[in-house]
């Protein structure tokens, strides 16, 4: 299948500009209430970018941690258009997730959801964060969208260059240590064009659903920036619910849904939803984990709209294969690459040998969307970065006819209801229970979750646990995702013949 690259831009905010300029009385944002064409957003993201700039944010950082909004979605391109690199983060980390990232990214700027004040103010103060917004609508608090009418013209400042970075995206590691992914403007602008060369969208037709988080690369490429190319609208939802869902999906009238298996198992789950037709449904993306083939046949017959799964990491600023919206798309499979995406398949031993086609090895990609690097660890990039290939960790193979099939993703990684947990990140916050002697953490098959957490514990001599107070520990410490929904209690954890914790017969004995 030939691709041909449309057309491409060279950063986001060109995007925006483009989209300001061609339909600046079209509906471009949607969540709650709020609703702004192209013209009020363009003021919006002028306005907050003006006030940034003279924050001295260029070359910087800007943390943005916010949930759902337009506020977000303001956000992050004033912060690129101020010339300052976004780093987006979870409304729902803790305290003990959010210090290390904001310590590693030295932000000068902090944009937050008002009502995480009383959690946010000692870390900004440990982090030396010199100006912080808040967002909200009570005293000493503001909305992003209030220069939606006076805001100036995106043009009044200079804007980003292809090579600048734009983005600075957290993940975690099999060490539970985050990395910060350095993303240019070049890489994510890219990416978008990529998308639309197997999942090409329509001019100034198309009404996207986002149900995801936005502060995850996925929603960031799909829906944020995939939405502008388009001259589209984008319907936000602050938090999932079936009946929130549904009355997006009809009253919007939403042409395409992005979405992950949680989400589509869910709405496949309601009596309710499965009696309601969509006729203006045309396309439903699905990433972030894997979708039963089942599942996606029966969205499928339930919506009548193809449901196209693609494959990407935040190292690639999003899905580097898709399954085609007009070709062939195989249930299981995560598609072919993009237009300039290459993927290899390499042994796992050295990662040095291309393996043949229908033989799994690691996977590897090469082209312009690869990040720059990782934040600070130029080990790490190298590592990772080998002759141009980006060695992604996960495991899959290519068919005949290019069609990349996922065995395994990286080493130790859980994806839960679309959000990756790394096991060692939870047993640290066990190992910080006095009663625990050992922790161990494991992925376990959810029918709901796609995945969730379970805990083999070893208490201390003389130790009295329960598994309610153990839940309740991590809590304090943990998102609510990566808190275990399952403890089991052991004597002592197995062990490989060299004394190595091994997982591997903790998931046989739990699958027995």
């Known amino acids: 299948m030939k691709l041909t690259l449309p057309r491409l831009f060279p950063t986001a905010i060109h995007m925006l500009a483009d989209a300001v300029r061609q339909a600046p009385e079209r509906e471009a944002l949607v969540c709650g209430g709020d609703r702004l064409s192209y013209a009020e957003y363009g003021r919006c993201v002028g306005a907050l970018a003006t006030e940034l700039a003279a924050l001295g944010v260029r070359g910087q950082r800007v943390a943005i941690v916010l949930g759902n909004s337009v506020d977000l979605c303001i956000a992050v391109l004033a912060a690129q258009l101020a010339g300052a690199q976004a780093s987006l983060l979870n409304p729902m980390y803790t305290v003990h997730e959010l210090a290390p990232l904001?310590?590693?990214?030295?932000?000068?700027?902090?944009?937050?959801?008002?009502?995480?004040?009383p959690v946010l103010t000692p870390l900004i103060e440990a982090s030396a964060i010199a100006h912080r917004i808040a967002v909200g609508n009570g005293a000493g608090e503001r909305r992003l969208i209030a220069g939606r009418q006076s805001g100036p013209a995106l043009d009044t400042l200079p804007w980003p260059a292809p090579d600048d970075l734009a983005l600075l995206m957290y993940t975690g590691g099999t060490t539970g240590l985050p990395k910060g992914v350095d993303l240019a403007h070049s890489c994510t602008a890219f990416n978008v064009a990529q998308l639309n060369s197997l999942v090409p969208t329509r001019m100034e037709q198309e009404r996207l659903l986002c149900v995801m988080p936005l502060g995850h690369i996925y929603a960031i490429a799909v829906c944020l920036h995939n939405i502008i190319y388009c001259r589209g609208?984008?319907?936000?939802?602050?938090?999932?619910?079936?009946?929130a869902v549904t009355e997006a999906l009809i009253g919007e009238r939403i042409t395409l849904l992005s979405g992950g298996p949680t989400m589509f198992i869910g709405l496949l789950a309601d009596e309710g939803f499965k009696q309601l037709k969509f006729p203006d449904l045309r396309c439903s993306y699905s990433g972030s984990a894997a979708l039963a083939e089942e599942t996606l046949r029966q969205w499928e017959r339930l919506t009548g709209a193809p449901t196209l799964e693609g494959y990407g990491q935040t190292e690639t600023a999003g899905g580097v294969t898709f399954n085609p919206l007009n070709g062939v798309r195989k249930p299981g499979s995560v598609g072919i690459p993009?237009?300039?995406a290459e993927i290899q398949i390499v042994d796992t031993d050295t990662g040095t040998q291309a393996l043949p086609q229908g033989q799994a090895g690691e996977i590897c990609v090469r082209g312009p969307q690869n990040m720059r690097g990782y934040r600070g660890r130029p080990q790490e990039t190298a590592?990772?970065?080998?002759?141009?290939?980006?060695?992604?960790?996960?495991?899959?193979y290519l068919d005949a006819d290019g069609y990349l099939f996922i065995c395994d993703r990286k080493k130790e990684m859980i994806i839960v209801s679309g959000f990756n947990v790394y096991p060692r990140e939870v047993e640290e916050a066990l190992f910080l229970h006095?009663?625990?002697l050992e922790a161990a953490v494991i992925g376990v098959s959810d029918s709901y979750q796609g995945?969730?957490?379970?805990?083999?514990?070893?208490?201390r001599a003389g130790s009295v646990l329960d598994a309610d107070a153990i839940k309740q520990h991590c809590?304090?410490?943990?998102?609510p995702y990566k808190v275990p929904r399952k403890i089991e209690f052991m004597e002592a954890l197995p062990r490989t013949s060299?004394?190595?914790l091994d997982k591997k017969r903790l998931r046989v004995t739990d699958d027995e």
């Open 233 to 243: 609208c984008l319907v936000i939802l602050p938090r999932y619910s079936v009946q």
């Open 434 to 436: 006095p009663e625990i």
């Open 338 to 340: 993009v237009a300039e």
């Open 475 to 479: 809590r304090a410490r943990l998102a």
């Open 102 to 117: 904001l310590e590693d990214m030295q932000a000068t700027v902090i944009i937050h959801d008002a009502a995480l004040t």
């Open 498 to 500: 060299v004394g190595k």
């Open 383 to 396: 590592a990772t970065i080998r002759d141009g290939w980006l060695h992604t960790g996960d495991i899959g």
């Open 451 to 459: 995945e969730s957490l379970k805990a083999y514990i070893v208490p």
